[in-house]
């Protein structure tokens, strides 16, 4: 059976109702996936099919495609490298969202916008004062470039003035792609002892989650800033040993705080994200992060 978001916005006798940026990448492929599965009329481009810092390729497509929904997943996501290249990540996830989201308002179509928590100051004692995490109203002071940059990219499709949803996700894991998960289970074919941080906390979000939650937001018509991670709280070196334990592999963790792991951009200590908002969207389902985690390792094998 078609979901609704699917039924609601996926034909008008056009050729797309849907169209997808940045389909290389982990939120990009699943958006593609869970669309395909629902039957959605959809196009979806990688970086190579369609470059969002370019504004005649986006105009041009939009044109032709003339889609309901535009769903950007296309990001720079280098964490440390953007230190080093301040203005492309700023290009890419500032002022090409903000074209972007002004094409979109003009022509009247609903946009579909990831962002981060690393757009949050993310300090340790932020953690006493907001125990669930922090909420969207919380004011943003990115700790460095790329949260920068995605805070920009925010404002950008609040001011282009279009229908919109800006999703804020946490430590974002999905089948392909870079993440963390995927990294432990790489060094631990190469390694049997590893040293993970443990004074930095937060919440993993599961990329089918992510697309599942937001298709409920668009067929509930919500409209804004939400935040969206699994429930709960955990530590890098937490998140590290239960992966090690749920998959059975014989890797011992030695827990070490933030200053004997020096990366190139400063990471935030604590930068939960508060879900309550979207939880209290009727049709939204939302996983403890273990579960969430044990149902990912499954879907791996
Ligand atoms: N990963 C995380 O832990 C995390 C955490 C919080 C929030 N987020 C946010 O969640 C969203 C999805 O992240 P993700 O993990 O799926 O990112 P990802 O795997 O790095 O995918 C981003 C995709 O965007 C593409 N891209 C980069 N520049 C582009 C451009 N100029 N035009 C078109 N496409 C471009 C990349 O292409 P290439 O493959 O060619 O590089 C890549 O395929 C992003 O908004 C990100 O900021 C991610």
Redesign the pocket.
């Known amino acids: 059976m078609k979901n609704k978001a699917i039924a609601q916005f996926g034909s008008f006798g056009r050729p797309a109702g849907w169209l997808v940026?940045?389909?290389?990448?982990?939120?990009?492929?699943?958006w593609c996936r869970q669309l395909e599965e629902l039957g959605a009329d959809f196009r979806g481009?990688?970086?190579?099919?369609?470059?969002?810092?370019?504004s005649v390729q986006l105009q041009k497509v939009m044109d032709e495609l003339r889609p309901d929904i535009v769903v950007?997943?296309?990001?720079?996501?280098?964490?440390d490298q953007a230190e080093l290249e301040a203005a492309t990540a700023e290009?890419?996830?500032a002022n090409?969202v903000r074209e972007l989201a002004v094409l979109c308002a003009d022509k009247k179509m609903r946009l579909i916008?990831?962002?981060?928590?690393?757009v949050f100051p993310g300090l340790l004692s932020h953690r006493t004062r907001f125990p669930d995490g922090y909420p969207e109203s919380f004011p943003p002071d990115p700790v460095n470039e790329?949260g920068r940059s995605?805070w920009l990219?925010e404002l950008g499709v609040q001011e282009a003035g279009g229908s919109h949803l800006i999703?804020?996700?946490?430590?974002?894991?999905?089948r392909?792609?870079?993440?963390?998960i995927r990294t432990m289970l790489r060094l631990a074919d190469q390694m049997d002892h590893l040293r993970v941080v443990d004074d930095q906390f937060g919440c993993p979000?599961f990329?089918d989650s992510?697309v599942a939650n937001s298709l409920v937001l668009i067929e509930e018509g919500v409209e804004g800033t939400f935040h969206l991670s699994s429930r709960g709280e955990t530590s890098w070196f937490e998140f590290a040993r239960t992966i090690f334990k749920l998959t059975g592999r014989p890797v011992t963790v030695d827990p070490i705080p933030t200053s004997e792991f020096q990366t190139r951009a400063r990471r935030p200590a604590w930068s939960r994200l508060d879900i309550k908002r979207l939880s209290n969207v009727p049709g939204t389902r939302i996983l403890p992060w273990r579960q969430n985690l044990e149902e990912f390792l499954k879907s791996l094998t």
């Open positions: 940026l940045g389909t290389a990448g982990q939120l990009g492929r699943e481009f990688t970086r190579h099919e369609l470059d969002i810092t370019s950007n997943c296309a990001a720079y996501t280098n964490v290009n890419i996830n090409a916008h990831y962002s981060t928590d690393y790329y995605k990219g999703v804020r996700v946490s430590w974002l894991c999905g392909q792609g870079n993440n963390f979000t990329t992510v």
